[in-house]
């Protein structure tokens, strides 16, 4: 099963929106998909794909109980199914609570002379769940700060995907790459792949080619690049959607410039793919949305 992580340190790159249609791309291609989004802020994984209705409902079954093994039923029953036949699990207030809830577990568990690795918790439940058995992609989309969302995250994916911003707001991230990478190893005690760095807004600039250069100076590989697509990525979370339903649904007319948009996203997920050699099945021409149109009219 291919398993990555889509994460950045640097806040406001597009790492949700390109975790949701990274999905997307993977399930267009034939891929059995499953996103696991663990931000516990507004504004996420889960809203952008319209599932996050039960956030604030403290009656129900979360992630977080199954990370602390205080499950009140299957994993199964936490998914939801959203556009393209993606399953995702939904993010809930719980997640915001995530780190105390793991130390009073570890705490409760010490007591009684047992042990309780608190980074290592969401692999467990995806392994007890036997997610590699149901699903062909895991995309995880943990928060910008390190904790136990992200340690989680990494400890259950061992590849992270960088979306990186080429500016001078994210220069010192981009610089910072490989130590970043490093010290996650480092801490968690792990090997992390990286699949691939995407620069994102990107408008033609001297300084941001520079940027990107260095990026690959890094050693990371940079196998497509964003052009600055506000309109576009603004409308996806207007709609709550993906920039393939997007284009497909809520535009009277077929942008040259966004169709290109969305054949970078297919391209990159072949690119991923192919690094964990994964072959999908059935994967489209890139950006295109014959099959997508076909499937909506069947």
């Given at each position: 099963?291919?398993?990555?992580s889509v994460y950045s340190e640097a806040g406001g790159v597009g790492k949700t929106t390109?975790?949701?249609?990274?999905?997307?791309?993977?399930?267009?291609?034939?891929?059995?998909?499953?996103?696991?989004?663990?931000?516990?802020?507004d504004g996420d994984l889960s809203y952008l794909f319209d599932v996050d209705d039960d956030?604030?409902?403290?009656?129900?079954?979360?992630?977080?109980?199954?990370?602390?093994?205080?499950?009140?039923?299957?994993?199964?029953?936490?998914?939801?199914?959203?556009?393209?036949?993606?399953?995702?699990?939904?993010?809930?207030?719980?997640?915001?609570?995530?780190?105390?809830?793991?130390?009073?577990?570890?705490?409760?568990?010490?007591?009684?002379?047992?042990?309780?690795?608190?980074?290592?918790?969401?692999?467990?439940?995806?392994?007890?769940a036997e997610v590699h058995k149901h699903y062909d992609v895991l995309v995880v989309d943990?928060?910008?700060?390190?904790?136990?969302?992200?340690?989680?995250?990494?400890?259950?994916?061992?590849?992270?995907?960088?979306?990186?911003?080429?500016?001078?707001?994210?220069?010192?991230?981009?610089?910072?790459?490989?130590?970043?990478?490093?010290?996650?190893?480092?801490?968690?005690?792990?090997?992390?792949?990286?699949?691939?760095?995407?620069?994102?807004?990107?408008?033609?600039?001297?300084?941001?080619?520079?940027?990107?250069?260095?990026?690959?100076?890094?050693?990371?590989?940079?196998?497509?690049?964003?052009?600055?697509?506000?309109?576009?990525?603004?409308?996806?979370?207007?709609?709550?959607?993906?920039?393939?339903?997007?284009?497909?649904?809520?535009?009277?007319?077929?942008?040259?410039?966004?169709?290109?948009?969305?054949?970078?996203?297919?391209?990159?997920?072949?690119?991923?793919?192919?690094?964990?050699?994964?072959?999908?099945?059935?994967?489209?021409?890139?950006?295109?949305?014959?099959?997508?149109?076909?499937?909506?009219?069947?």
């Open positions: 099963m291919l398993s990555y390109l975790s949701a249609n990274l999905a997307v791309a993977h399930a267009r291609a034939g891929l059995d998909v499953l996103a696991v989004p663990l931000d516990q802020q956030r604030a409902n403290t009656e129900v079954d979360t992630l977080v109980h199954h990370l602390v093994g205080r499950a009140n039923g299957p994993f199964a029953d936490l998914v939801r199914t959203v556009e393209h036949g993606i399953d995702i699990v939904p993010e809930h207030n719980r997640l915001e609570d995530l780190a105390e809830a793991l130390r009073k577990e570890k705490e409760a568990r010490n007591d009684f002379g047992e042990s309780f690795p608190m980074w290592t918790q969401l692999q467990r439940v995806l392994r007890e943990p928060p910008a700060s390190s904790g136990p969302h992200l340690y989680n995250a990494l400890d259950a994916t061992r590849n992270l995907v960088l979306p990186v911003e080429p500016s001078g707001k994210g220069q010192a991230s981009v610089s910072g790459l490989d130590v970043l990478v490093g010290n996650l190893e480092e801490q968690l005690e792990i090997s992390i792949g990286v699949l691939a760095a995407v620069p994102n807004r990107v408008k033609g600039t001297r300084d941001q080619e520079e940027i990107i250069e260095e990026v690959r100076a890094q050693g990371f590989d940079v196998p497509v690049i964003f052009r600055d697509r506000t309109s576009l990525l603004e409308g996806c979370w207007r709609e709550r959607c993906s920039a393939f339903t997007y284009v497909r649904e809520h535009r009277e007319r077929r942008r040259d410039y966004e169709v290109e948009t969305l054949a970078r996203f297919d391209e990159l997920a072949r690119h991923i793919e192919s690094e964990a050699g994964i072959e999908a099945p059935s994967p489209p021409e890139p950006g295109s949305l014959d099959r997508d149109d076909a499937e909506v009219s069947a």
